[in-house]
């Protein structure tokens, strides 16, 4: 069904701005059976990366502050600057992370020295703890969901989903920068 959309609706296909009510309502029908699947994924991840979790030691944590965690103690004295430019972030959203992360005695923090303004970070040894039981919890999750998927999809599929993954974010990341 959603190949023949591709083929009648998208290939050969160009969108006038200033299509007529009927024309844009029907084609939106459309076109939204090869997007829905998509939006119901984005909207049931965005639950699942914003639950608390225990990840085997210490506080439940979100999804984004465990790898935010993981991430300062693969990358000591990274700054909040470096991380909200990975994470694709405000550096305010980002400095809200860190406290909850300092808070819970997981993350300190110290002044350069080359600049007052500019903090590096480091993970105490409990959040060190804490990180290794992440990536202990990861590497199990991950590759339980993958054989799961494998029941459903064969290796290349998944390959070209991850690669697909992959040039979306892109994609994605291009229109954000645009709309600005």
């Known amino acids: 069904m959603s190949k023949d959309i591709y083929y009648n ?40 990366y914003n639950t608390r979790r225990d990840y085997g030691f210490g506080p439940k944590l979100t999804m984004i502050e465990v790898h935010i965690l993981t991430e300062i103690s693969d990358k000591p004295g990274i700054t909040v600057t470096e991380l909200a430019f990975k994470w694709n972030r405000t550096t305010s959203a980002i400095s809200q992370t860190v406290r909850k992360l300092m808070k819970q005695d997981l993350v300190y923090r110290e002044n350069s020295k080359t600049n007052g303004k500019i903090f590096h970070l480091y993970v105490t040894e409990t959040g060190e703890k804490l990180v290794f039981s992440h ?32 040039v979306y974010t892109e994609l994605l990341k291009d229109k954000i920068i645009e709309e600005e």
């Open 9 to 48: 609706d998208i290939l050969d296909t160009w969108v006038d701005e200033n299509e007529d009510y009927i024309t844009t309502n029907k084609r939106y029908k459309e076109l939204s059976k090869v997007m829905d699947p998509m939006y119901d994924f984005v909207l049931t991840y965005s639950n699942y």
């Open 135 to 166: 990536k202990k919890y990861d590497n199990i999750d991950i590759v339980k969901t993958k054989k799961k998927l494998m029941e459903s999809f064969s290796i290349d599929e998944l390959d070209a989903f991850d690669r697909i993954c992959k």
